[in-house]
């Protein structure tokens, strides 16, 4: 990389702190790219793809496009039970090399969390019918339990280093979409001021008590505003998030859908601006890539739609966990050319190409 900032602001309350900061690593290089190019990302793609899992390796990303993606996703849900693998099957130890292989590559991880609830361990994320945040914040009868989970999730962020014992950074995108209404911390069962209280909570911790500070945070709720305010009405603050995101499939579903999705991302990069943060497409997709010529004709088109559009600093899709669950067309898939296509635009990077700008 060129320049290396290893200093970075950090609000204490109204005063602007510079800290150490590993993750400065990771904005300075979306900071370097924003306007002029798009990261392009994918969940579990060095673990598993269509027909294929854990060899040396491989990807699906590619195998269809002739290169890995810039940026890497990964899934902790379960971790925080204690699990040996995340909900998906994906072994932790083997997350942990694959996320240190991305570092030492040149590339960029980001790792949601699909907790299990503090409350009641037999229920995953996507239940509605309680209520939890309320419950697991400072002073709730779950506090203590959430704690632990946390103490889970910081102690892998900590083993995730270099052989030479280096930490590696990382992007944290935790209680995304919670303007929909399918997981416990969701809009049918949790105020936006819990909301905003778990997330700062959940930053605090790790990053203040856990000194984590090779984490970069996203924020990204789903498509379910239609101006800055909505936006940020679980936004817990400038103090707490590096990274200004949406997660976006449904409206790419109708052909009118396209000026929804633009719209939102215009949102998504004018408050990034206006905080002096970087803008990110931090999941869409369409599931199987039925629409054949969904990125170029679709995904591409919605990124290059204006300068604010084109300000995205990454996209990210979502899995491919095998014929019946996939995001990105494996080579022999209809969509395969169009992918390929997309990926060729010199507006979207992959790996090579982050490389070769730093
Ligand atoms: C969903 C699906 C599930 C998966 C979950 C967490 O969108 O892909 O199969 O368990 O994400 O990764």
């Given at each position: ?29 979306l ?12 969940q ?8 294929w ?47 240190v ?44 339990v ?6 889970k999730?910081a ?37 936006p ?49 590096d ?23 215009e ?53 491919n ?8 067309p ?29």
């Amino acid at each position: 990389m060129g320049l290396f900032v290893m200093f970075t602001s950090c609000q204490v309350g109204d005063k602007s702190v510079p800290t150490e900061n590993a993750s400065a690593e990771i904005i300075q290089t979306l900071q370097n790219i924003k306007g002029k190019a798009t990261l392009f990302g994918h969940q579990d793609d060095l673990a598993y793809g269509v027909g294929w899992k854990y060899v040396d390796g491989e990807s699906d990303t590619r195998r269809t496009a002739g290169d890995y993606p810039a940026l890497f996703g990964w899934e902790l849900g379960g971790l925080e039970l204690g699990h040996p693998h995340n909900l998906d099957s994906v072994p932790f130890d083997r997350m942990r090399n694959f996320a240190v292989w991305v570092y030492e590559n040149g590339g960029i991880n980001t790792f949601s969390w699909h907790p299990y609830s503090a409350v009641d361990t037999t229920k995953n994320s996507w239940v509605n019918d309680t209520t939890v945040v309320k419950h697991i914040l400072p002073g709730g009868s779950h506090h203590d339990v959430f704690l632990k989970h946390l103490d889970k999730v910081a102690e892998f962020f900590q083993s995730v280093k270099t052989s030479e014992g280096k930490a590696v950074p990382f992007i944290f995108r935790p209680w995304h979409e919670m303007d929909g209404g399918w997981f416990w911390w969701g809009s049918q069962t949790t105020t936006p001021e819990e909301l905003r209280s778990l997330f700062r909570f959940t930053i605090e911790y790790l990053r203040d008590e856990k000194g984590l500070n090779q984490m970069v945070v996203a924020y990204s709720p789903d498509r379910n505003f239609n101006s800055e305010e909505e936006y940020l009405t679980w936004y817990p603050g400038d103090d707490v998030v590096d990274i200004i995101g949406v997660d976006n499939y449904w409206d790419f579903r109708s052909p009118e859908g396209i000026a929804a999705v633009i719209r939102k991302l215009e949102t998504v990069a004018t408050y990034a601006n206006k905080t002096g943060k970087v803008a990110a497409f931090t999941e869409t997709g369409s599931d199987r890539v039925q629409d054949t010529t969904w990125f170029t004709q679709k995904l591409l088109p919605a990124l290059q739609a204006s300068e604010l559009t084109r300000q995205i600093t990454y996209v990210m899709v979502w899995r491919n966990h095998g014929l019946n669950h996939f995001y990105l067309p494996y080579p022999e898939h209809p969509a395969a050319d169009d992918f390929r296509q997309f990926t060729a635009d010199k507006s979207i990077w992959l790996l090579n190409d982050l490389k070769g700008m730093k």
